[in-house]
């Protein structure tokens, strides 16, 4: 199974592609989609929808993972965010891409077995199980690993 995993921003929208084959798991490949804060809002939400697109095109996954948006503060970011992940969510169903949705908390307890583990921890179990020598420069390529990967441990094939 290939696992496209996400992690949406407007600014920066983190990917990944892991494959996994009999409990063994493979990164295929992983980047991050940069908006900059001088495009128009429109022009940022299509840049993540056409990124995604053509990384759906070109990975050929069997499945997204998409973090779910948690925000307790500031509701205007939230907003923005969300559509981000709208168009994300647009390019999945377009491609007939069945989508899992993970919290925060569920990634955490996936990847390091504690749902109090803190960015470094996960990140570190992250790189260890998916056999990283190197942490991604980006921490959003980083987090959609950790949500492919929690995917991957978390799904249950139809019987």
Request: overall charge positive; hydrophobic content about 40%.
């Amino acid at each position: 199974m290939k696992i496209l995993g996400i992690d949406p921003g407007i600014g920066r929208t983190g990917w990944g592609v892991i494959e996994v084959q009999s409990s063994k798991f493979k990164v295929q490949s992983y980047g991050c989609i940069e908006t900059g804060k001088d495009m128009k809002l429109e022009e940022r939400i299509r840049e993540v929808y056409e990124s995604v697109r053509k990384i759906i095109e070109s990975e050929k996954p069997d499945v997204m993972a998409i973090e779910e948006l948690f925000f307790n503060t500031n509701a205007k970011t939230a907003l923005i965010v969300g559509q981000a992940r709208g168009v994300v969510l647009l390019a999945a169903a377009q491609a007939k891409l069945p989508v899992s949705v993970y919290t925060p908390l569920q990634v955490k307890i996936a990847v390091t077995g504690y749902g109090r583990a803190e960015k470094g921890q996960v990140e570190k179990m992250m790189m260890v199980q998916l056999g990283l020598k190197e942490k991604p420069k980006i921490d959003d390529t980083a987090d959609a690993l950790a949500i492919a990967l929690t995917h991957a441990y978390s799904y249950k094939a139809p019987r």
